[in-house]
Nanobody
Framework: QVPLVESGGGLVQAGGSLRLSCAAS????????MGWFRQAPGKEREFVAA????????YYADSVKGRFTISGDGPRHAVYLQMNRLRPVGTAIYYC??????????????????WGQGTQVTVVS
């Protein structure tokens, strides 16, 4: 059973917006934070944004700062990604992840412990 389930992906024109959601799927866990990654065809999975529950800190890749906003609900194991002013380069599968070990290296996929199956986001010009 996939521990996390993403939704909200789709096809959007450049400059448009989408809101991604992610929630735990039938299991409980205690996480220090959750985040979003994306992977375009032929490219490695890259960090997009993360949120730490304890202090409420948020972190963003430079490429999405000012356009994307991450939010979430720790006790409900839910995280959201509001994406505005989308660009065609943002076309990718977007993955939700959970950090169970208080990793200090948020940008590396290997540091995250639970993953969803991803949701496709396609931005057309």
């Amino acid at each position: 059973q996939v521990p996390l389930v993403e939704s909200g992906g789709g096809l959007v024109q450049a400059g448009g917006s989408l809101r991604l959601s992610c929630a735990a799927s039938g299991r409980t866990f205690s996480s220090y934070g959750m985040g979003w990654f994306r992977q375009a065809p032929g490219k490695e999975r890259e960090f997009v944004a993360a949120i730490r529950w304890g202090v409420g800190s948020t972190y963003y890749a430079d490429s999405v700062k000012g356009r994307f906003t991450i939010s979430g609900d720790g006790p409900r194991h839910a995280v959201y990604l509001q994406m505005n002013r989308l660009r065609p380069v943002g076309t990718a599968i977007y993955y939700c992840a959970a950090d169970l070990q208080a990793s200090s290296i948020l940008g590396y996929p290997a540091e995250w412990d639970l993953w969803g199956q991803g949701t496709q986001v396609t931005v057309v010009s």
